[in-house]
């Protein structure tokens, strides 16, 4: 079965950037892709996600939290997705999972996990004050 292999993870002081990548272990065609978090017992919420088969600027979708700071972007040659956060604040802190699914459908919102039936191990980001 496809793996999303995830890399980029990190610690960086308040106000830094990281940049995450995922890329899919085979040659594998997803409509939708994205980025979501999780703390530890809490529930997994969304952070950005986009349709891989439309144009620059397609349906993409952040949380309210990120926007503006965070910016997602997928590489078709490469079939990897990118999630550039910058300006990091320690609520940032999180494990961030890659998500990827073969429908077009959400749902309800694109932001939501039950619409990704493929998810990564997870990469640690630390924000420290």
């Known amino acids: 079965q496809v793996q999303l292999v995830e890399s980029g993870g990190g610690s960086v002081p308040t106000g830094g950037s990281l940049t995450l990548s995922c890329k899919p272990s085979q040659a594998t065609f997803f409509r939708k892709m994205g980025w979501f978090r999780q703390t530890p017992g809490g529930e997994r919420e969304g952070v950005a996600t986009?349709?891989?088969?439309?144009?620059?600027?397609?349906?993409?979708y952040y949380a309210a939290s990120v926007k503006g700071r965070f910016n997602i972007s997928h590489d078709a040659v490469s079939n990897t997705v990118y999630l550039q956060m910058n300006s990091l604040k320690p609520e940032d802190t999180d494990t961030y999972y890659c998500?990827?699914?073969?429908?077009?459908?959400?749902?309800?919102?694109?932001?939501?996990?039950?619409?990704?039936?493929?998810w990564g191990q997870g990469t640690q980001v630390t924000v420290s004050t």
């Open positions: 986009l349709y891989t088969n439309l144009p620059r600027g397609g349906h993409i």
């Open positions: 998500a990827a699914d073969d429908s077009r459908v959400c749902g309800g919102s694109c932001l939501r996990p039950g619409a990704y039936k493929f």
